[in-house]
């Protein structure tokens, strides 16, 4: 198939990903108050880590690649930043 693994790397990320999925449709039977969104975006971004790195090759790439891939990474946290401070920045009547 490929010539970093083969199908059995395919079948074991496959693997991965089906035991990921299985854990957030498990942990969503529970209620963690306010941690339900941090959790669900934790296993989310598991699952999108190896779906980049394997099935989008990320992993067997150069440096400049990975500059391109982990920018907007950036550029979101950044925003998401901004937006909490100017949160609590303002004052509320």
Same mark, same amino acid.
């Given at each position: 198939?490929? !010539? !970093?693994?083969?199908?059995?790397?395919? #079948? &074991?990320?496959?693997?991965?990903?089906? =035991?990921?999925?299985? #854990?957030?449709?498990?942990?969503?039977?529970?209620?963690?108050?306010?941690? &339900?969104?941090? #959790? /669900?975006?934790?296993? /989310?971004?598991?699952?999108?880590?190896?779906?980049?790195?394997?099935?989008?090759?990320?992993?067997?790439?150069?440096?400049?690649?990975? #500059? =391109?891939?982990?920018?907007?990474?950036?550029?979101?946290?950044?925003?998401?930043?901004?937006?909490?401070?100017?949160? =609590?920045?303002?004052?509320? &009547?």
């Amino acid at each position: 198939m490929d !010539n !970093n693994g083969g199908y059995k790397s395919l #079948i &074991n990320i496959w693997l991965l990903l089906m =035991f990921l999925t299985f #854990i957030t449709v498990w942990i969503a039977q529970f209620d963690f108050g306010a941690l &339900n969104v941090p #959790i /669900a975006l934790l296993i /989310a971004s598991l699952k999108a880590s190896v779906v980049a790195l394997y099935f989008m090759h990320l992993k067997y790439e150069d440096g400049m690649t990975w #500059i =391109f891939a982990t920018y907007p990474i950036f550029l979101l946290f950044l925003l998401i930043g901004f937006t909490v401070v100017d949160m =609590f920045s303002r004052v509320i &009547n």
